[in-house]
């Protein structure tokens, strides 16, 4: 009886070794079959691209939000309409040079 049992119990062993063994090997070729895709897979560079996207978004809140407080002054203040629209231009005009003076970088 002990005989049997002992003889039962190698069984399985060997078959739950065997199944590691299956195991492992799947487990690295599917491993290695990554690994290749990886390496031949080309890399995109992962950077934002456009005139915009090299200005965080602080950066672009902040300058739009500069700009809302222009145009809002200068139609609260300004009483010619012929001045406020040359205004407006001006600033719209001269935004680009603005924003490179104050963020140090170029459009």
Same mark, same amino acid.
């Given at each position: ?5 002992a003889? &039962? ?9 065997? $199944?590691?063994?299956?195991?492992r090997? $799947?487990?690295?070729r ?12 080309p890399? @995109?560079?992962?950077?934002r691209s +456009?005139r =915009?996207a090299?200005?965080?978004r602080?950066e672009?809140?902040? *300058?739009? +939000? =500069? *700009?809302?407080v /222009?145009?809002?002054?200068i139609?609260?203040f300004? %009483? %010619?309409?012929? @001045?406020?629209?040359?205004l *407006?231009v001006?600033l719209?005009l001269s935004?680009p040079a603005?924003?490179?003076? /104050? @963020? +140090? &970088?170029? =459009?």
């Amino acid at each position: 009886m002990s005989k049997e049992r002992a003889r &039962r119990r190698e069984a399985r062993e060997a078959e739950l070794a065997r $199944q590691r063994a299956v195991r492992r090997r $799947q487990v690295a070729r599917r491993e290695r079959r990554r690994a290749l895709v990886r390496r031949l897979t080309p890399r @995109l560079p992962r950077r934002r691209s +456009g005139r =915009l996207a090299r200005y965080s978004r602080a950066e672009r809140a902040a *300058v739009v +939000g =500069l *700009v809302a407080v /222009a145009l809002f002054a200068i139609w609260a203040f300004v %009483d %010619d309409p012929a @001045l406020r629209v040359l205004l *407006v231009v001006v600033l719209l005009l001269s935004l680009p040079a603005a924003v490179v003076i /104050a @963020l +140090g &970088r170029r =459009l």
